[in-house]
């Protein structure tokens, strides 16, 4: 079995200074993790994925995550906010011991909604 | 290449009604995945699709739910005699293949039940 916690329903940051977005998750296997984004009215974007390769991974816009086994953790952060960056933004677990690759062994978080403060 | 397209956007719906979600997949794409959004929660895998064939139907609800994907068409998602319960966002999403690593899901915006 598999799940994931997002920690912050919402975080509320200014223009300009550090994101942190907080996914613990807990796998049977040996996990893949991902980040999605979704802006108001638009379709969910694959924002980064761990596959256990490198434990820092770096995505689009400026936003890294680094997966941590010890703390079963894979928080998402962004060194500088941007108005753009308001969304929502869910943590989603699948594990290797699921059929494999494409999105029907996906585990999503609650989400967190991101906002940023002029 | 236009994304995973979703109509309509909003549905709304008498209780009792039926309620018919359309998903046109990215050109190229065999893979079809349903999920559901329920206010204030996550989303849930409800059933994975591939031409003609149901792969993986087991986050459907029992009954009044199905599934389809035609071999000429979008898939659809049919929700017989809703209640206000299958009030959420249903979101679609394709892939091209199942490969473990390269494999990217693309979500399309979903469609908006609201059962009146």
């Known amino acids: 079995a598999q799940s994931v916690t997002q920690l912050d329903s919402h975080v509320s940051v200014s223009e300009g200074t550090p994101v942190l977005l907080r996914c613990n998750y807990s796998?049977?296997?040996?996990?893949?993790l991902f980040w999605y984004v979704q802006h108001p009215n638009k379709g969910l974007q694959l924002l980064l994925k761990y596959t256990s390769a490198a434990t820092l991974v770096k995505g689009i816009n400026g936003f890294e995550a680094e997966f941590k086994k010890s703390e079963t953790s894979f928080h998402l952060t962004k060194p500088s906010a941007h108005m753009s960056d308001a969304a929502e933004y869910f943590c989603v677990v699948t594990s290797e011991a699921y059929s494999g690759g494409g999105a029907d062994g996906l585990t999503f978080g609650k989400g967190t909604h991101l906002i940023i403060q002029p | 290449n236009a994304g995973v397209m979703q109509n309509p956007r909003h549905l709304v719906r008498r209780r009792g009604q039926e309620a018919r979600l359309r998903c046109s997949p990215m050109k190229g794409h065999s893979h079809v995945y349903w999920y559901r959004q329920l206010p204030e929660e996550g989303l849930k895998f409800m059933v994975y699709l591939q031409k003609e064939n149901i792969i993986d139907e087991s986050g459907m609800p029992k009954e009044r739910f199905s599934a389809e994907f035609p071999k000429e068409g979008p898939s659809i998602l049919r929700i017989q005699q809703v209640v206000r319960g299958d009030s959420a966002a249903y979101f679609c999403a394709s892939s091209p293949a199942r490969d473990r690593v390269n494999t990217e899901a693309f979500f399309g915006q979903g469609t908006r039940l609201t059962v009146v």
């Open positions: 796998s049977s296997y040996s996990p893949s």
